[in-house]
């Protein structure tokens, strides 16, 4: 900062415990602006942005290739102070308790700009940082002076898409595999399994029932075991980057030979694993279940299912959105700011009670800020 810029912060309001937004959630707060002496700013603004970016370099003999990819899903902007010769009309303009405009110029002290803005209704991913890639939430703070380099401070959002069954078709439906090998070497003899499962998607927290039937004609014990593992898949410029990791085993009870029983296996779902994410174009978050014989001296007999994680139910912050806002004038800088800020996102804001209702801002659409998402169930 400089020596006139004391300091510039984001503060916003959290309202659940693991703060995480969801789609359709009011985030709201303010920035501090704290500045030493009188000071001229031509443009001070808060944007919001959601983005997927990828990159990872690959070396090809003497020659070091570099590929990137960047997806964004939206990025708007709130004003506090506008530039004066700007053209843009369509610039959303913030004013303080009284209605009227900041000024543009700010006295020595601490000074407070309230915000709000609302996450999209649509379907965009889940907040994400892998080992080539991130999905990403944001907010961030831009000060513009003449002369000056620009003032700027971010801070990022944790963003959890909803649990839901419906978008990915044939998550209910159960899966149904069956496998049989024939033993060699110190081994002989035969053995089969035949792997169903309930269903395909399962929420965090929640246990995966894994039924098998095992037919054991070899001549020694095997042993079923079980591997939830994640599978991040990295895509720029038509290549990809994989990068697997397992994330939970267990062992179930050993089959003698000769003998074939019936096998019931709940594993449970870590309440913290990662979600699936399938809805980004450059940046796939999957899982696998692996289900295999451990046979002594062979090659272990394996059948895989894509299974998917979806997280836990979370409370929606469009219900509390109104009281967030309403606590603007309760904060360590007493009243302060507008005490119906205006919800800029994707959706119509909440009109406070006994207000007229606001009037919708327009759509992101408007500004073609962000592409398209590719269907849910995409696969590559």
Known sequence: MSSTIKKLGITYNSFNTSNTFTSGDVISGHV?????????????????????EVTWTESHGQTTHVYHSKDKYFSVRQYFIRDKNSKDDQKTLITNQSGETYSSVVP??????????????????????????????????????SMRMNSKESTVINFVGKGDLNPVPGLMEPQHESMDKKIKLFT??????????????????EGLKVLVYIKNDSSREIKPKYCIYRKHSFFAKGKRRVHTMDLLKEVGKPIPPSASENVAQVIAIPQDAEPSILNCNIIKAEHRLRVYLDVKYASDPEIKFNIVILP??????????????????????????NPHPLVWGFGPPQPPAGDQPAVPPPPYETYGMYPSLNDFASKR
């Open 32 to 52: 501090t602006l704290e500045v030493a002496k009188d000071c001229q700013i031509d443009s001070f603004y808060i944007k919001f942005k959601g983005k997927a």
């Open 188 to 205: 002989s003899g035969s053995v089969a399994m035949d792997v169903k499962l309930e269903k395909s998607g399962f929420f965090q927290g």
């Open 108 to 145: 020595p002290g601490i000074h407070v700009y309230p915000f709000s803005f609302q996450f999209p209704l649509q379907d965009i991913p889940s907040s994400f940082k892998g080992a080539d890639g991130k999905i990403i939430y944001l907010l961030e703070a831009i000060l513009s002076r």
């Open 312 to 337: 836990a139910y979370q409370v929606s912050g469009m219900a509390t959105a109104q009281s967030a806002a309403s606590d603007f004038g309760n904060g360590p800088y007493g009243n302060y700011g």
